[in-house]
């Protein structure tokens, strides 16, 4: 009997250590996969961003000429930016929340970022076209997107502080949030500078513009819907007309 408590003993002792060595060699394994991928992450969503704030004629500088710039960072700021401003819509404190989580449309908030920044893009290249700006779409594009990191990050402390202040507090949400946009702004006023080398004045006039083009894309693209449903409404009345012709003759 003792004899076959040791054996059990002996084969659970031995499953253990198994496991353990499958464990270790399975973390071992993930962690030397996933270490590159959140040291790139790391460096190019976070502290190059960053770096640019602190920096920003140096570091759109490196972010043009040396090719720093990355649409697959765009892109990754662009996702997460939508991310968290979802998460936000549904998620803040309701102190600071007014909406209703049944109002909340994920393709309305994609639309919504993605929209404005492909419009903002084009409204740029097409001002800068007749100003000989020497940044090309796809740079204004990325610009635009880290850009927004700024914004991103006062979402996400926006989204902790608006769960844990008080009434009295919220003055300190308001400013984060407004520090998110002013930083935006400013990132973007220098990247226009550094993009297009373009001196104070034409920067300034450039950035004038483009809110004209965006305007008047925003305007186009209004009328073109307005138009798409009509002709949709239209086209529609007939085929229930014809149906309803078929119905009744049938």
């Not at 009997?1 to 496991?19: G, P, R, T, V, Y």
């Not at 996969?33 to 570091?59: D, M, Q, S, V």
């Not at 006039?205 to 449903?229: E, G, K, S």
Request: aromatic share 18%; charged share 10%.
């Amino acid at each position: 009997m003792k004899q076959f408590f040791i054996n059990i003993w002996n084969h659970i002792k031995s499953f253990c250590i198994s496991a353990g060595k499958l464990i270790a060699f399975s973390a071992v394994w993930l962690w030397s996969n996933i270490k590159p991928g959140l040291a790139f992450f790391y460096r190019e969503c976070i502290k190059f961003p960053t770096y640019i704030i602190f920096h920003p004629l140096k570091g759109f500088e490196e972010f043009k000429r040396y090719k720093r710039g990355k649409m697959s960072v765009a892109l990754i700021l662009m996702f997460l930016t939508i991310l968290f401003n979802i998460l936000s819509f549904q998620y803040n404190g309701f102190l600071t929340n007014p909406n209703d989580i049944k109002d909340l449309n994920s393709i309305a908030q994609i639309a919504y970022i993605v929209g404005l920044v492909i419009v903002v893009t084009i409204g740029n290249w097409s001002v800068t076209t007749l100003f000989s700006g020497k940044g090309t779409m796809k740079e204004i594009f990325m610009m635009i997107c880290y850009c927004l990191f700024p914004f991103m990050i006062s979402k996400v402390f926006g989204l902790f502080l608006s769960n844990v202040l008080t009434t009295n507090e919220l003055a300190i949400y308001s400013l984060v949030n407004t520090l998110g946009v002013f930083i935006m702004v400013f990132m973007f006023f220098f990247g226009i500078i550094s993009i297009h080398e373009y001196g104070l004045v034409q920067c300034l006039l450039t950035i004038l513009f483009t809110i004209i083009a965006v305007v008047i894309v925003l305007f186009a693209c209004l009328l073109f819907f307005d138009l798409f449903q009509r002709m949709y409404g239209f086209i529609y009345t007939i085929y229930q007309e014809l149906t309803l012709r078929n119905i009744i003759g049938g």
